[in-house]
C-alpha cells in the first residue's frame, strides 16, 4: 500500500495569514501526466468534504483560496489567507492504485 | 445535486454481520460518471477506503478488508450497500457512503456518518 504522511500535525494559524500543508507519498502519484491527489477537509461532527483533485483542480464550489500544487511525492495544499471557517482537519488521499489511502490529517486551529 | 442517505443499524453483536445501505438521490445511481464508496473512520482517527463500486456491479475492495466487505448495487431502489462479516469491536467507527466521479475527481458528495458500535 501506499503510505501517505502528512506535516505538521497540527497548525495554529492567524486569520488573515496564509497556510501550508505538506503531504508526501511513499510511491509516485504521477501516472499519465495526471497527478492523482486529493485533498480533502472535515469539520468538526461533520462528513469530509472535497478541496482538490488530481493534484491542483479546485472542486465545485471551493474558495480560491485553497490551492494544490507538487508532483510525484510531494504535494502541498495551500490555503491564501485562513478564515475562522477553514478551521478543521485536512486529508490528502492517493487514488493512483488500489486501496485508496489517506494521510493521517492535520488539524488547523486558530491562534 | 446528489444527495447520499445512509442507514441501517447503529448497534452490531461481534460475529455477526454489518449492514449499511445508502440511499442516492437528485440523480441516478446507474449514472456511468459515477461509483459509489464506502469510507469508515475510528473515533478520533484518520480515514479509511472500503471500496468501490460501479453500477454495474464491479468492485473494487481493500485488501486489509476484503474477506469480510461485501459491497452491492440496487440500480431499482437507486441503493448501494456495505455488508461486513464477523463483526469485532474493531469495526466499531463511524461509516460513510460517497460518490466518486469517474476520471478520479474525488468523492464529492458524502452521506452523513453513520456510526456503528460492535458490542454484545
Known amino acids: 500500500d501506499i503510505v501517505m504522511t502528512q506535516s505538521p500535525l497540527s497548525l495554529p494559524v492567524t486569520p488573515g495569514e496564509p497556510a501550508s500543508i505538506s503531504c508526501r507519498s511513499s510511491q509516485s502519484l504521477l501516472h499519465n501526466g495526471y497527478n492523482y491527489l486529493e485533498w480533502y477537509m472535515q469539520k468538526s461532527g461533520q462528513s469530509p468534504q472535497l478541496l482538490i483533485y488530481l493534484g491542483s483542480n479546485r472542486a465545485s464550489g471551493v474558495p480560491d483560496r485553497f490551492s494544490g500544487s507538487g508532483s510525484g511525492t510531494d504535494f502541498t495544499l495551500k490555503i491564501s489567507r485562513v478564515e475562522a471557517e477553514d478551521v478543521g482537519v485536512y486529508y490528502c488521499?492517493?487514488?493512483?492504485?488500489?486501496?485508496?489511502?489517506f494521510g493521517g490529517g492535520t488539524k488547523v486551529e486558530i491562534k | 445535486q446528489l444527495q447520499l442517505q445512509g442507514s441501517g443499524p447503529g448497534l452490531v453483536k461481534p460475529s455477526e454481520t454489518l449492514s449499511l445501505t445508502c440511499s442516492v438521490s437528485g440523480g441516478s445511481i446507474s449514472n456511468s460518471n459515477y461509483y459509489w464508496a464506502w469510507i469508515r473512520q475510528a473515533p478520533g482517527k484518520g480515514l479509511e477506503w472500503i471500496g468501490n463500486?460501479?453500477?454495474?456491479?464491479?468492485?473494487y475492495y481493500n485488501p486489509s478488508l476484503k474477506s469480510r466487505v461485501t459491497i452491492s448495487v440496487d440500480t431499482s431502489k437507486n441503493q448501494f450497500s456495505l455488508r461486513v462479516t464477523s463483526a469485532t469491536a474493531a469495526d466499531t467507527v463511524v461509516y460513510y457512503c460517497?460518490?466518486?466521479?469517474?476520471?478520479?475527481?474525488?468523492?464529492?458528495?458524502w452521506g452523513q456518518g453513520m456510526p456503528v458500535t460492535v458490542s454484545s
Open positions: 460517497a460518490s466518486r466521479r469517474n476520471g478520479d475527481k474525488g468523492f464529492d458528495y
Open positions: 463500486i460501479y453500477y454495474t456491479g464491479s468492485t
Open positions: 488521499m492517493q487514488s493512483v492504485q488500489t486501496p485508496f489511502t
